[in-house]
């Protein structure tokens, strides 16, 4: 039946509306799914995804979003609120901590052959699929940043007073800004803290934000608050499409990466649906949609994009040269990273 839903899935996205509407393939009419997703391009993932789902399968989806920390702190609290989780790898290994993201098994999702073995079950078998991968660079503008900017090094440069948004250590790209970091100066996070937060305490003159929303770093961006940012690929994406003239920089120190997952809750019960709702993100249609729209990478090995279409995206052969964060040394040392971070920063 699953199989045969998905098959469904698949041919709905390009079957005529009047073929579409046949109550055969709404298996879901009046059943609802409530998502926990991200607010950033909410338009882009309506038309791509909500919409084109909820009218294969007649489901109501109810989506709720919100900055990552207050979504946790929602679903950690009230778990029986929501059904799938789409959140950063950090914070759904927090919600696994807490015991509110369900063990399910995903061998029978359709696309799962599809995307990168690395995206299949990424946080533990049962945990869910990623949908994206993304890495962390650097964007500035060339018009108003001083210096050409080639390294996570050269945000230290003093000549960058005043300049610079980093994403503070809570939000979903802190970790990896804290390992760029030791990285730029040959120092090794969980081991090397004390070191690591002086580069950072060095650092504060050129730092104008410590941010937990991209959006309000892009805007700042564009308003000339800062002319350097730390962003992720994604968000450079929609940078760009305010400045086209935007810099984006693979720093020298390598690409440090991490996934967006899909996960049901713990007291979900709609479970096939829920599955459903994954398979569908992962679908190529969906995956390929997100792309030319430059909402995000694709995970799926079969989708083939221009170098226009790909650029500044994790694509392709570009993969196998991720830096992944070592989770198991985040979650052991994220609390005393989180004080430090505070007291570092604690005056702007």
Request: hydrophobic fraction near 45%; include cysteine.
């Amino acid at each position: 039946m699953k199989k045969v839903i998905s098959l469904i899935l698949a041919l709905a996205m390009i079957l005529s509306v009047a073929a579409v509407a046949s109550a055969e393939e709404k298996p879901y009419a009046g059943q609802t799914l409530v998502v926990s997703n991200f607010s950033f391009n909410a338009e882009l993932l309506q038309k791509n995804i909500y919409d084109p789902f909820m009218e294969a399968t007649g489901c109501e989806l109810i989506v709720d979003t919100g900055n990552n920390a207050t979504r946790v702190t929602n679903i950690t609290e009230k778990p029986e609120d929501y059904d799938v989780v789409v959140i950063g790898d950090m914070f759904t290994r927090q919600l696994q901590a807490a015991g509110v993201i369900a063990s399910v098994d995903y061998s029978d999702l359709s696309n799962m052959d599809s995307i990168y073995e690395a995206a299949r079950q990424p946080l533990g078998e049962g945990n869910g699929p990623a949908y994206t991968f993304n890495r962390l660079g650097i964007v500035y503008d060339a018009a108003y940043c001083p210096i050409e900017i080639t390294s996570f090094a050269d945000l230290w440069n003093p000549e960058l007073e005043g300049c610079i948004a980093i994403p503070d250590i809570t939000a979903t790209s802190g970790p990896m800004f804290y390992y760029a970091t030791a990285a730029a100066f040959g120092l090794t996070a969980g081991e090397d803290d004390e070191a690591i937060f002086a580069k950072l305490a060095e650092l504060k003159p050129n730092i104008v934000n410590t941010y937990t929303s991209a959006n309000n770093t892009i805007t700042m961006l564009n308003q000339g608050e800062i002319s350097v940012a730390v962003l992720l690929d994604y968000s450079y994406t929609t940078a760009k499409n305010a400045n086209p003239d935007y810099v984006w920089v693979d720093p020298a120190e390598g690409s440090f990466a991490g996934y967006n997952m899909l996960s049901i809750t713990s007291t979900c019960e709609n479970v096939e649906l829920a599955k459903l709702f994954v398979d569908f993100y992962l679908s190529y249609e969906v995956q390929y949609a997100e792309a030319i729209d430059g909402v995000d990478s694709p995970v799926r090995t079969d989708i083939e994009l221009t170098e226009e279409q790909a650029a500044n995206f994790t694509y392709g052969d570009q993969i196998n040269t991720l830096i992944m964060v070592d989770w198991d040394v985040v979650d052991a040392n994220l609390e005393n990273w989180i004080t430090m971070w505070n007291t570092t920063f604690a005056v702007q």
